[in-house]
């Protein structure tokens, strides 16, 4: 990824690309155990940072989308990144927001506007979100944009993932 592009916005977000010389936020939000503790589980490093921002820069450029900056609005503060990855070959909802901005609503912000813009913007017909089912505020993101509970499963871990589904139908944009 080059110069940042900015994708959407919502009323306090913006979501945009990656520069490479953006790699420290990536960092920063990732060697925060409390950020990943659902998610890898463990502290990720600067090689790690540079294999997400990698997969983020060929799934932008294959399906024009990926897991997106998120800045807020009214100073341009980075505030982590909420976008799609390919998961079982569709569109998979995530994000990662900063710790200190936890219990702000920013991540079911981000749910809501990644949730439009990809039915609005793309030709997808659905896509699917999960988390670990004991992270019961992701559960509830997912549940509140309106995905549907499909399955359970176990993840290499051992820990018990709730996966859930929107399709463009059930959708009422």
């Not at 600067?46 to 989308?65: C, H, L, P, S």
């Not at 009214?74 to 200190?100: K, N, T």
């Not at 004991?134 to 820990?159: E, R, W, Y």
Request: aromatic content about 12%.
């Amino acid at each position: 990824m080059g110069h940042p592009q900015l994708i959407l916005q919502s009323e306090r977000l913006a979501f945009s690309t990656w520069s490479p010389s953006q790699i420290g936020d990536v960092i920063a939000l990732h060697g925060d155990l409390a950020v990943t503790q659902h998610l890898s589980g463990r502290i990720e490093d600067e090689a790690d940072a540079k294999r997400r921002m990698g997969v983020w820069a060929d799934e932008f450029e294959k399906y024009g989308w990926c897991k997106f900056r998120v800045m807020r609005k009214s100073d341009g503060a980075f505030i982590g990144r909420a976008g799609f990855g390919l998961e079982q070959g569709e569109p998979e909802i995530g994000y990662a927001i900063s710790h200190a901005e936890w219990g702000k609503g920013y991540a079911q912000e981000a749910a809501f506007a990644l949730r439009d813009w990809i039915f609005r913007a793309t030709d997808h017909q659905s896509f699917i979100g999960y988390a670990f089912t004991q992270n019961l505020a992701s559960v509830h993101i997912l549940k509140k944009i309106g995905m549907q509970f499909t399955h359970t499963d176990v993840d290499d871990s051992g820990k018990e993932l709730s996966f859930h589904k929107l399709t463009k139908e059930q959708w009422h944009g």
